[in-house]
T-cell receptor, first 119, second 114 residues
């Protein structure tokens, strides 16, 4: 099967610092990676879509200067939360798919998530 | 606009009971895909099923079955003889060609008691 990993699984940081979260597809090439945010007991909200070698496409309301996404290779995408504040505390989940864009025929495989707590 | 409604928020059953999780979707597209994902307490989303809009056949996989009805825009999920390990949050999601992104419902928290 297709496996997606995320690192770290949990991070606690001080307000004002930057945090980088890695998302890796371990056994397939991920042309497209997606970053989601999930608040406690709520649904997943798509933050951005990234294709390898291209700039990420951000959803409306997501600050691209705050949430920097890099998709430098077919197996790695990173999300950097810059100058984190307590309101950025959340569960961040990435997913990866083989196709160029989200397609019904192309399953998205999800990582285990990263719980960010900003003090 | 795309929308997924999971009206049930929390369901609690006793082990071995059957349970149905409801999902109603809205889209104007004629081509779309529906998904169910399971999110156990560990947090990772586990893919359960994908169904495209042209395939209304119901599907059974072990204790899991899905009932897709375009006439009512519903894609319900039934777990037969539930087990404690089925305890999780279950999300229904919709993807359309026009939107090209997954739209999730709010999720249903299923608790199966021994």
């Amino acid at each position: 099967g297709a496996v997606v990993s995320q690192h770290p699984s949990r991070v606690i940081c001080k307000s004002g610092t930057s945090v980088k979260i890695e998302c890796r597809s371990l056994d397939f090439q991920a042309t497209t990676m997606f970053w989601y945010r999930q608040f406690p007991k709520q649904s997943l909200m798509l933050m951005a879509t990234s294709n390898e070698g291209s700039k990420a496409t951000y959803e409306q309301g997501v600050e691209k200067d705050k949430f920097l996404i890099n998709h430098a290779s077919l197996t790695l995408s990173t999300l950097t939360v810059t100058s984190a504040h307590p309101e950025d505390s959340s569960f961040y989940i990435c997913s990866a798919s083989r196709g160029f864009r989200a397609s019904g025929e192309d399953t998205q495989y999800f990582g285990p998530g990263t719980r960010l707590t900003v003090l | 606009a795309q929308k997924v409604t999971q009206a049930q928020t929390e369901i609690s059953v006793v082990e071995k009971e059957d349970v149905t999780l409801d999902c109603v979707y809205e889209t104007r597209d004629t081509t779309y895909y529906l998904f169910w994902y399971k999110q156990p307490p560990s947090g990772e989303l586990v893919f359960l099923i994908r169904r495209n809009s042209f395939d209304e056949q119901n599907e059974i996989s072990g204790r899991y079955s899905w009932n897709f009805q375009k006439s009512t825009s519903s894609f319900n999920f039934t777990i037969t003889a539930s087990q404690v390990v089925d305890s999780a949050v279950y999300f229904c999601a919709l993807l359309t060609g026009a939107n090209s992104k997954l739209t999730f419902g709010k999720g249903i928290t299923l608790s199966v008691r021994p």
